[in-house]
């Protein structure tokens, strides 16, 4: 994981950044859903590429969907990498 992302508000913040890079909605927060704001696998898969080049941290498709929100996905990428 990059240093610069080790704590949970930066990678939330991070995470947040990538949903409305990917999603193209400025508006979306740390609490916002992929499906809920009509998010596709397509655009699931641009999220753990994201994910992957940002954070430097391996996340699942199934991950992303399960964990759907920035703030949701941020907290288990904390649990799972402890």
Known sequence: MKIEYQNL???TAALT???REVLGKEDLDETSDLLDNGGTSMQ???IVGKIYDVLGVDVRLRDVFAHASPQSLSEFIEVSQT
Do not use: G, K, N, T
Request: proline letters at 0%; glycine letters at 0%.
């Open 9 to 11: 508000s930066d990678r």
């Open 17 to 19: 950044e990538i949903w």
């Open 44 to 46: 699931a898969l641009r």
